[in-house]
């Protein structure tokens, strides 16, 4: 049991991975955050509920497990203590939920608004029972802090940028090339899927989840399974856990082949971007034929998978590792070998490892700055149990680490994915589900990015959902990109950025 | 660089021929695209716009540029500003936080200008509907010439999408 020397109760959640739920009081709240801290442990997400009365929550990832912490507010009261100050990560969290319920940390250092961009009014709570959407409201600007100096001028970017990818903002104050300060404005994709979750059927809400963030489909799905397997007490058959891992593993691959082909073609190596969008489409069209989808959405479904593998594609699975294998390995020379790429990554974006443990830099991009977590290591579902992970991590930092992480995954994935082939159980592939059940559960996932949370909270009957919070790793790393740049020429931003590729989807939700 | 060299000779060239595999309707839809071709005497600048999708559409739109679909053979690109582009391929559900930007993209575009909803977020809303931070259909805001279905949609219907507004545009072009 985690957390023994605080005055908390803590029961364990059903569920296959080891986690903990307790109830907080205010003197307790921040006294966990530092007992959390200074065990080595790390803040995973911080939400909220309006239930009949406002609540906020922490899930911690401690030695032992997950640790979910819940804080009632007084009746009335609208303040918790802030843990910005502890963990600096809860700072945008907090800002998020005061836009969303309407109670906010106290004495905090930032209290500006994140995902309320004035598009609804001030005062007015998405996430109170009963809210209506109020008219659409004009657009307010943001109070960015200044730089000032000789020769400080900023640079305005987004939020529609000049490539195809997401909308945010990045406001560079800069002298020259050099970047002085980097602020971030994200929030421009927010959807209310926090709000929607609670009009979507609990049997359903999969597919919600797997579009909170479009790349992360399988983790997102995955996690809102687990949470909901959880409450009902579904086993998932050996078959379906495998598969999910497979599935897991191609959307690591997909995503690992894109980036690590624009990480060439931001450094001005397009080779690099014709290789690896080549081998990504290769995936892309076989995940269509095996699994039905290019992005595997909705494949995974409460209970286990949507369809079995065919043993043809299985067939083909394999034979495609094979393949991406030897060309990865090829293309991994030629990047290593190439000056002109390894002049842009070497030392560039750096955030090094004690400023990456303080910042609480997630999943990839955290083991590229030595913090060295992967849920699939260190707690390991079947078959991962099994098949054994062998982390990748690299203390470098910089974009140039991003990318040896990015190959180094890549190439374990591929092994990973040839030994599910190889003794894939036989079996049935979906649970069948039973009767509505309330309660609460949580699922988490380690995604591409890093790992994907889920809280689940159904009414009594188990009818609806009263509560679906998804967390993106974005949330802890995008505030390390503003560290990241800084020194570096407003150029190599791109670079630095890619060499993240945090979701604003999955930040903003 | 003799690595590089040798692995571009023993690939070839992968590029496909474009929407083909297709009935009568592709094969209008690209000879239409053909005769704009001609007529415009460039390619058609297209300037891409999330409107608060999850970021599959991207994804499978970015795969438009890959070996394969080769789009800028097509007469395809993508540009980077509103002031170059003659088609406006927006995806998503129109979060209010992105419906200014959309607004000021569209009319910074010279005239007569496409509008091409991908996806089914960007035609009703998809999964996340009309609400507090939505929109919905994206025809609401502006006028749509053509709608890809798809969550998302895939590369090859991204394409046709495109030749199917760009037909629309011809059409246009000869009404008095």
Redesign the interface.
């Known amino acids: 049991m985690p957390l023994t020397d605080l005055p908390l109760t803590l029961r364990p959640l059903a569920g296959p991975l080891p986690m903990w739920q307790g109830a907080a009081d205010a003197a307790t709240w921040p006294a966990a955050a530092h007992a959390v801290q200074e065990a080595g442990g790390r803040l995973v997400s911080l939400w909220g509920k309006m239930s009949a009365r406002a609540s906020v929550a922490a899930a911690y990832a401690v030695q032992e497990g997950l640790v979910w912490l819940e804080l009632p507010l007084a009746d009335g009261a609208a303040t918790y203590p802030d843990l910005a100050a502890i963990f600096p990560a809860a700072g945008r969290m907090q800002r998020a939920l005061y836009d969303l319920l309407g109670i906010a940390p106290e004495g905090a250092a930032d209290t500006r608004p994140w ?1 309320n ?1 004035g ?2 009014p001030k005062g007015w709570f ?1 996430l109170h029972a009963g ?1 209506r ?2 008219a ?1 409201g004009a ?1 307010q600007d943001y109070p960015f802090v200044p730089v000032t100096g000789d020769g400080v001028h900023e640079i305005a970017v987004g ?2 940028h ?6 945010g903002h990045f406001r560079f104050s800069v002298v020259g090339e050099k970047i002085l300060r980097l602020e971030a404005r994200l ?7 926090d ?2 979750f609670a009009q979507t059927p609990p049997e359903a809400g999969h ?2 989840a797997a ?5 992360s ?1 399988v983790a997102y799905a995955w996690a809102y399974c687990m949470a909901l397997e959880s409450i009902r007490g579904i086993a998932v058959p050996t078959r379906a856990q495998w598969l999910r891992a497979l599935l897991l593993e191609r959307e690591r691959v997909a995503n690992h082949l ?1 980036d690590l082909g624009a990480l060439g073609n931001d450094a001005g190596f397009a ?1 690099g971007l ?2 690896f ?2 081998l ?2 290769d995936w ?1 069209r076989l995940n ?1 034929a095996a699994f039905g989808h ?2 595997l ?1 909705d494949c995974l479904v409460p209970g286990g998978v949507a369809a079995d593998l065919q043993a043809g594609e299985r067939d083909a699975l394999r034979a495609q590792c094979d393949a991406v294998e030897t060309e990865v390995r ?1 293309l991994k ?2 990047y290593e ?1 190439h000056a002109g790429l390894q002049d842009r990554f070497l030392t560039t974006g750096r955030v090094a490892p004690p400023l990456a443990a303080h910042l609480g830099l997630a999943g990839l991009a955290g083991r590229a700055s030595g913090q060295a977590f992967d849920l699939r290591a260190d707690h390991p579902l079947p078959p991962y149990d099994a098949l054994g992970v062998n982390m990748a991590t690299h203390r470098g930092g910089d974009v140039a680490a991003r990318v040896t992480v990015r190959f180094e995954e890549t190439l374990e994935s591929l092994r990973l994915l040839r030994a599910m082939l190889e003794d894939l159980p036989e079996g049935a592939c979906q649970a069948a589900l039973p009767p509505p059940q309330g309660g609460r559960g949580a699922g988490w996932v380690e995604g591409w990015r890093g790992e994907v949370f889920v809280a689940l909270e159904l009414t009594p009957d188990g009818q609806h959902i009263e509560r679906c919070h998804c967390h993106d790793p974005s949330w802890h790393n995008w505030p390390a990109i503003e560290h990241a740049v800084i020194g570096n020429i407003v150029p190599d931003f791109p670079l630095i950025n890619k060499s993240f590729n945090l ?3 999955g930040h ?1 939700r | 660089m003799w ?2 060299i040798k ?2 000779a023993r ?1 070839g060239n ?1 590029s496909e021929p474009g929407p083909q595999d297709a009935g009568a309707i592709e094969a209008e839809a690209r000879r239409i695209g053909a005769e704009l071709l001609g007529i415009v005497g460039r390619a058609v600048a297209i300037r ?16 438009l ?4 679909y080769n789009v800028e053979a097509l007469g395809i690109k ?1 540009v ?2 509103p002031r170059h582009a003659d088609l406006l391929l927006v995806t ?2 129109v ?7 959309l607004l000021r ?1 569209y009319q910074a575009m010279p005239q007569p200008r496409l509008v091409v909803a991908a996806g089914v977020c960007a035609k009703d809303g998809g ?3 009309a ?5 919905g259909a994206l025809a609401g805001l502006l006028p749509v010439d053509a709608w890809v279905p798809g ?2 949609p ?1 590369p090859l219907d991204l394409l046709r999408g495109i030749l199917v507004a760009v037909a629309r545009l011809k059409t246009a072009r000869v009404e008095p």
């Open positions: 995902l961009h598009a609804w998405p809210a959407a109020p659409p657009l939020p529609v000049a490539g195809i990818i997401e909308p929030g421009y994709t927010h959807k209310g899927i709000a929607l597919c919600l579009r909170v963030s479009g790349d489909a894109g080779f014709t290789r969008s080549r990504r489409e892309l269509r290019r992005l959405m090829k020379a030629i070998e979701s604003y989807s903003d | 690595n590089v692995l571009i690939t992968l891409e716009l999330d409107a608060g999708s999850c970021n599959g559409c991207e994804l499978e739109i970015h795969a540029n890959n070996p394969y993508f980077a500003s998503g559900p979060t209010r936080n992105m419906e200014q930007a993209t999964i996340f509907g609400s507090y931070a939505c929109r969550c998302p895939e």
